[in-house]
Structures are given as structure tokens and as C-alpha cells.
């Protein structure tokens, strides 16, 4: 089953501006995980952030955790039409299963 | 980085055919390969954890005896849809974590587009 909700489902921006969605979840988590998706594709590991973490960055992403709140974010900075993709968040238990979210459908426009 | 080959990409077969779906690791061996189905514009759904030399773990709502999965050796997965029917019509993706580095990210094979006529 899925393990939580991603927002906004689906986000349109211009190249240049700042992407963000939000990802929360129910259960206790051992570390969280962001992917993304071309259509009609396998998935791409983007950046893991552990549960006693709160920010991290990797490039033009950056990832926070909010365990209290269950939530995180994904900020995907200056996009490209490139960075056109699915975007979903996963969420590890102890042991190592991976529950993905809805996905939030990412369209960048030159 | 690791890779993960999966094969065939696409495949279109008649109802009550069974299809065979391979997952490889090429350059790192996965004891674990899980496998997901995903349907269009949608979330990517837990459908087993395959287990190299032991039975494969399925999750709630999955017929194993639908869906088999073989993990023979440490460096390859298949996943048999048997008499499979358009209902069954799914993209396929599997996945596996490098043993080796105990890392916790997961690689992905390329899916399979199955079509059930």
C-alpha cells in the first residue's frame, strides 16, 4: 500500500524558477528517499535524507525533513526543461522496504 | 553507478499466455530484487521482495500463484505472469539494492510495458 501523499499532484513552471513539493507520510520511517521518473521509465534515485536529518542538499536540490510533522520536501532550484519528470517520495521502514508516494508530475516549460 | 538490465521492455501477448519478465544486477550482486506495478500517471505499488535462494515474500491483495517469482542467483530475478489477462495489462518495474555496500538506495531496471490483448 502506499505509504502517503505527495502536493501538489502536478506542478507547470517556466525554466528558471523554483520547483517545490511536499511528501508526507504516516508511519515511523528509517530514512526518506526522493526519485524521479521519465514517462514510460525506470526510476532514478535522487537524494536520500536519514530520520535524524533535517536538510540536505545535493546540487540544484534540496531535501528537508520534518519528522514530527511526518513530512518533506523536495526544492529543485533554477529548473530546466530538462527536470520535466515524475517526482516521487519513498519511505524506508527498518527493514529496507520501500513504500513510494503518488508522485507529483513535474512539466517545465523553455 | 550500478546497474540494473530489465527484459523484454515491451511485450503485447494474447490472453491466457504466461510472460516471463528479467531482472538483472550487471555489475553488483542483490541478494533482494523487489518488484512493483505501476498504472498510468499513478504511484508505483509493492507487488513482492524477492529473496536469492528462498521463497519470494508478496504483498497483501498479490496471488503468488499469479505472479511467480524466481531469484536463483544472486544477479537475476524473473517475475512469470501466468495466464495473463487484460486485466493484468501494467507497467512492470523491478529493483535492487546493492549487497556488497549495504546501500539503501534502490536501482532500478527500465520496467516492461506488458499489454494484454
Known amino acids: 500500500s502506499q505509504q502517503g501523499e505527495e502536493d501538489p499532484q502536478a506542478l507547470s513552471i517556466q525554466e528558471g524558477e523554483n520547483a517545490t513539493m511536499n511528501c508526507s507520510y504516516k508511519?515511523?520511517?528509517?530514512?526518506l528517499q526522493w526519485y524521479r521518473q521519465n514517462s514510460g521509465r525506470g526510476l532514478v534515485h535522487l537524494i536520500l535524507?536519514?530520520?535524524?536529518?533535517r536538510e540536505k542538499h545535493s546540487g540544484r536540490l534540496r531535501v528537508t525533513l520534518d519528522t514530527s510533522k511526518k513530512s518533506s520536501s523536495l526544492l529543485i532550484t533554477a529548473s530546466r526543461a530538462a527536470d520535466t519528470a515524475s517526482y516521487f517520495c519513498?519511505?524506508?521502514?527498518?527493514?529496507?522496504?520501500?513504500?513510494f508516494g503518488a508522485g507529483t508530475q513535474v512539466v517545465v516549460t523553455p | 553507478g550500478a546497474v540494473v538490465s530489465q527484459h523484454p521492455s515491451r511485450v503485447i501477448c494474447k490472453s491466457g499466455t504466461s510472460v516471463k519478465i528479467e531482472c538483472r544486477s550487471l555489475?553488483?550482486?542483490?541478494?533482494?530484487m523487489f518488484w512493483y506495478r505501476q498504472f498510468p500517471k499513478q504511484s508505483l505499488m509493492l507487488m513482492a521482495t524477492?529473496?536469492?535462494?528462498?521463497?519470494?515474500?508478496?504483498e497483501q491483495g498479490v496471488e503468488k500463484d499469479k505472479f511467480l517469482i524466481n531469484h536463483a542467483s544472486l544477479t537475476l530475478s524473473t517475475l512469470t505472469v501466468t495466464s495473463a489477462h487484460p486485466e493484468d495489462s501494467s507497467f512492470y518495474i523491478c529493483?535492487?539494492?546493492?549487497?556488497?555496500?549495504?546501500?539503501?538506495?534502490?536501482?532500478f531496471g527500465s520496467g516492461t510495458q506488458l499489454s494484454v490483448l
Open positions: 529493483s535492487a539494492r546493492d549487497t556488497d555496500r549495504m546501500g539503501e538506495k534502490l536501482f
Open positions: 555489475d553488483f550482486q542483490a541478494t533482494t
Open positions: 535524507i536519514r530520520s535524524n536529518e
Open positions: 508511519t515511523s520511517i528509517n530514512n
Open positions: 524477492s529473496n536469492e535462494g528462498s521463497k519470494a515474500t508478496y
Open positions: 519513498a519511505t524506508s521502514d527498518s527493514w529496507g522496504k520501500l513504500q
